[in-house]
């Protein structure tokens, strides 16, 4: 009897080890996670000074909220515009007068010695109002004298 000797044929394999690619992105997760932070932080830059132009005329009359130094609101529309108004207030006359005319400018002017954080609070309210974008009133050289 001669020995037969039979070939087992292996079945090809279809997995695939995802174990190192893991370890790939796990590491790559960390790096970003440790650089992220570090890419917004800010830098000091010290900007060109240049003269602003005036915004082309529009049909409609802006806008204004003004933001005291003492971070009371006025708002250029309604029948006391010289009287400070609370949030509520602003927010509602501003919505008012977007479902009336939507393509109404929106202007903020912020004192000089206002605190950030009242012209954001501001902002934040007419964003809240329905306003789809808001500018700010500069002061240029030639309005200082």
Same mark, same amino acid.
């Not at 909220?65 to 250029?76: D, F, N, P």
């Not at 000089?112 to 009242?118: A, F, I, L, M, S």
């Not at 954001?120 to 309210?125: E, H, I, P, R």
């Given at each position: 009897m001669t020995a037969q000797i039979k070939k087992v044929r292996r079945k090809p394999m279809s997995e695939i080890n995802v174990v190192p690619y893991i370890d790939v992105m796990l590491v790559l997760l960390v790096i970003f996670m440790i650089t992220a932070p570090l890419? @917004?932080?800010? $830098? =000091?830059?010290?900007? &060109? !000074?240049?003269?602003? *132009?005036?915004?082309?005329? *529009? +049909? %409609?009359?802006?806008?204004? $909220? #003004?933001? @005291?130094?003492?971070?009371?609101?006025?708002? +250029? /529309?309604? %029948?006391?515009?010289?009287e400070p108004i609370d949030h509520q207030t602003l927010v509602t006359k501003v919505a008012a007068v977007l479902r009336h005319r939507p393509k109404t400018p929106i202007m903020v002017r912020? %004192? @000089?010695? /206002? *605190?950030?954080?009242?012209? /954001? /609070?501001?902002? =934040?309210?007419? !964003?809240? =109002?329905?306003? &789809? +974008? $808001?500018?700010?009133? #500069?002061? #240029?050289? *030639?309005d200082t004298k």
């Open positions: 890419l @917004t932080a800010g $830098v =000091a830059v010290e900007l &060109p !000074q240049a003269e602003a *132009e005036p915004m082309a005329g *529009e +049909s %409609d009359e802006p806008l204004v $909220v #003004t933001v @005291t130094a003492k971070g009371e609101y006025y708002l +250029s /529309v309604g %029948d006391k515009p010289d912020g %004192d @000089t010695h /206002v *605190e950030y954080g009242k012209v /954001v /609070v501001a902002m =934040a309210l007419l !964003q809240k =109002a329905g306003a &789809p +974008s $808001v500018g700010l009133i #500069t002061e #240029t050289p *030639e």
